[in-house]
């Protein structure tokens, strides 16, 4: 019996880590998935943005922080094949950042950070 349940809470873990969800349009959306690259670009708290990517080893992905077109700092990985990075933005004057991530030379996936805005008034910045 104890052998059935594990059997059966490892098969489900394993189907849902598998599960291929669609990508929302919203602006909202902090999540990216294609066949080969699932990645997601979030706050967790007021000044630390989290980068978390899971990519085949071996293939090349860069991680930008932009500010008005300019790039501020860029982070290139290759042999990793799960990334979680946090930024500190503490320092960060207030303003909108973007967060790109890119592969092949091509952006697949930003997220625009408002960092330093009242939250009541984050609702009204989208």
């Excluded at 490892?10 to 849902?16: H, N």
């Excluded at 902090?30 to 708290?45: P, Q, V």
């Excluded at 890119?102 to 939250?119: A, H």
């Amino acid at each position: 019996m104890k052998t059935l349940v594990i059997t059966f809470a490892l098969t489900f873990i394993t189907a849902l880590s598998f599960a291929q969800f669609p990508q929302s349009d919203s602006p909202d959306s902090c999540c990216y998935i294609s066949d080969d690259l699932r990645a997601s670009i979030f706050m967790d708290e007021e000044s630390l943005v989290n980068v978390k990517i899971a990519k085949y080893p071996g293939e090349l992905i860069k991680i930008r922080v932009k500010e008005n077109n300019k790039v501020l700092y860029q982070d290139r990985i290759k042999s990793q094949a799960i990334v979680k990075l946090k930024y500190d933005i503490n320092q960060f004057p207030k303003g909108d950042y973007i967060f790109e991530i890119v592969k092949d030379k091509e952006v697949v996936f930003s997220q625009t950070i408002k960092f330093g805005y009242p939250i009541e008034n984050y609702a009204k910045l989208k």
